[in-house]
């Protein structure tokens, strides 16, 4: 892959990491950390670990996101920081 | 300051990941909510990963499948990405969604309990219900 | 020749077999969970004599032959180890048939398949020789170990998602650091990693990684400034739960942290910092553990205060750094552990009956439930450190290892802890022996909770006057050579 | 606090960084860590595994216990979820129940459910806080499910030959049942999955990896030793290996399905399984 690219998908990683910490509602942050997920499997792939990245992609920006939208749905979205 | 240049270019990835385990670690101690603690929890495990994938990368190597199995030739280790720690990170991405599971279970109690995800009002409550 | 695997199989497959039982025929689970705990501590005890005859015992899982595949590797103290967990969840497990059975209602099978899963979790972190598989090993263990703690009322679920925090960051660092030595040294087997380490020149990365390892499990094991997850888990949860995993998780990370010190890193030269810190740390823990106890009016997390305590003292025992100080360590983790169960068990008895543990609510114990109370009374006096009892053999080893050392404020600490603990146990008998009981106490003494607490509370005893044969024949032998 | 926490956040990075001086750098293919024990992973799986992705063959044939424990580790985390929020299922539910009558079409609110009315008479239960379903929806995700399920069974079987496996279509046939409960309602997906069977399954597909290691200790080898497949299947030591990895991976789907279904059942509807997401 394009050097540029992979910088590109790292920086997006971590500004993604601080906005699903900062963002002040449970719901988008929970998409945020979605992305964040997705972002973070594209780096894998990047780097050639294709079964790690699947899993990720699977796991982590899908299932993990759906199992915290549940949870977040039952109980609050309010947050204060 | 050259060689500093040198260092940061030929290891940035390692650099992404301490960045990461950082941000994730504030956001374990600093936030209030247990939501986003939990979100803090999953980018500092998520980092870990990102530096044991960057362990098993080598450059020129093409990813970890055998191209061709009919071929006699020795198989060159050089050729191949090492497997060994994506086997390791696929086992702590599922130990991962295992934990987040049971958090937001427990998560899900206490809220059944106190009626707030913030950890200093249920701190509050505890101590004047 | 297969007895080191077959500790931990039973446990797995009662643990399926449980939840499979738990839909169909309920009635069931607890046999189940009965039946493999007891097959798994016979498997234990057989392989401890096996090992005692023919030395350290490998077990090549898959059989692939290490570095490549996972090994299990279990030395003489693993194998005391072994039984020691198996035999505390086997009584445990015995004692609180009642509360497993009504408290759990209809999820008693979960609890059943968990309880066999949390005490298989750490069986195994004793007998991996694989430093990966000891991190899914720990994962095992305390994912389970959140649940069990978990289930309960009021604050119970706050204090086990704290503990599931905190535990989480610390099986994290311990895997960050185990991924720092695989970048080092391109293996994770422990024996091919302490070959390599030794060969290889010492280095500021060689060093980050052990202190990353260390980090980690001073986390996991509640030492002094990472310990406030440990009295809110074990003073909130059901008694089954509580006197489940405070024999088990602290001692067994200590185990971890000899384990990696003398199988993995006998080569490697530690930075001085590390045991400076290591020490302070312990010292700290001892005294905090002892004042917060102090100021606990429930008694079960008073106990719980007291293991903070404790954590110190092994702690400090192993990083000072002489053979005796080590030996006092090793021993205390199975004195710690047996005098644990028997407090827990009769707490749990006891609170069952009283219902609150505040020092007021137990008047007149000793006239009601003097069989428990006896057993109290027998832990309490090791925990004190009252000669014949096992609690005073380790703590004399750990003193006279302090004193060769030089260590005179970990000396203090260990005095002073002891004193404090005099006064708070007590404090207990004082309200239970000359208060005369409410109007309504109405307490019951059954043998089947009575038959457990006794045989271990006896065990304190024989393990006590058999510690030189204990120190002899299990742990002498594992502690190198190079340590004096 | 948070200005402590960056203090010692910052320490952290800062120790890292300095036990970073003695890495290898980036991609570099003479760090210890390519070549110690991972050569031969690469130079030899094929040869004893036949199964060309290294990742799959190291995963569940040389680190199979590994990967059986992580199985466990699902297993563990379905039971603890069910252990902690699960409620009793003699308490009555609290919250508020609709029914739709359905020829007239008038709605009935109830406080509590303790006794059900009979559900599949003149009464239908509607959700209390989930709008009604879209035709769109419904029917889109109707079509797509059994494609999304066919391909998870694709990356199961062929895990051995490109990326995927156990753990990949496991979660992948949990995540069809997941659009199944989110484009209809958490019923629809109780009544094709009921609670009893995913407990099975989940206790099941551990059970099926266990059974295959326990097949090694039945002939006399070491446990998951698949050696014992080739032997009983009649078939190359190698090619009895691959089949053990397909055993045991399928073992894995099982658990994983499940054990992710009882999780999102139980979190979407608090642990009254009866309405959610």
Redesign the interface.
Known sequence: MIWEIKLLALILVIICAIAAINVKDLLGAAIIFGIYSFMMCVQWLAMGAVDVAFTEASIGAGISTALMFAAIFRTTRRTKD | MEDFLTQLT???????Y?????????????????????????????A???????????????????LD?HSKE??D??D???????????????????????????????????G???EDE?LEK?KNP | MHDVVLTLLPLLLGAFLATLAGWTRSVLAYPVGAIALLTSFGFAVKLLCSVLAHGTATYLLGGWSPPWGIVFVVDTFSAGMLVLISASALFTFLAFRAEILDHFAEKSAAFVALFMLTVAGHMGIVATGDLFNLYVLIEVAALSGYALLGFGTGRSPLASLNYLCIGSVGASFYLLGVGYLYMLTGSLNMADLARIIAASPVTVSMHGAVGVILLGLWVKMALFPFHGWLPGAYGMTSPVSATLMAPLTTKVMVYVVIRILISVLPGASIPDAIPAVAVTLATAAIFVGSVMAFRQTDQRRMLAYILVAEVGYMVGGVFIGNRTAMTGAMLHVFADSLMTLTLFMAVGSIARQRGEMTLGNLSGLFRTMPFTMAAFVLGAMSMIGVPPLFGFFSKWYLLSGALASGQYVFMAGLLVSSLVNVVLFFRLFETAFFDAPGESVRDIEHWSRVTPLAIVAVLLIVAGLSSGLIVDRLIAGIIPASLI | MKKAALVAVLLAGAFLILSMENFSSWGDIESPASRHISRYFIEKSYEDTHTPNFVTAVLADYRGFDTMLETVVVFTAALACFLIVRLPSDVCKPGLFYYRHASTGLVVRRRQACALPDEGGAFERVDSDWPPHDVVVTTTCRMIIPFIQLYALYVLAHGHYSPGGGFQGGVIFAASYVLLAVSHDLRTLVNQLTERFTHLLAAAGVLVYFGTGLLGLAKGANFLDYDAVADIMGVSLASGHSLGILFVETGVAMTVTAALVIIFKLLSSRGAVTEGL
Do not use: C
Not at chain 2, 10 to 16: G, M, T, V
């Open positions: 030929s290891k940035y990835n390692f650099w992404a301490i960045v990461l385990m950082m941000i994730g670690l504030y956001a374990m101690i600093a936030k209030g909510n247990l939501i986003k603690k939990l979100m803090g929890l999953g980018i500092f495990q998520t870990i990963m990102l530096f044991y994938v960057a362990i098993g990368s080598k450059a020129g190597a093409t990813i970890p499948i055998l199995t020795l198989i280790f050089a191949y990405i090492n497997p060994l720690p994506h086997v390791l990170m696929l086992t702590a991405i599922v130990v991962s969604v295992a934990t987040l599971g049971v958090a937001l279970a427990l998560v899900q109690r206490i809220f059944d309990v106190h707030t995800l913030e249920i505890i």
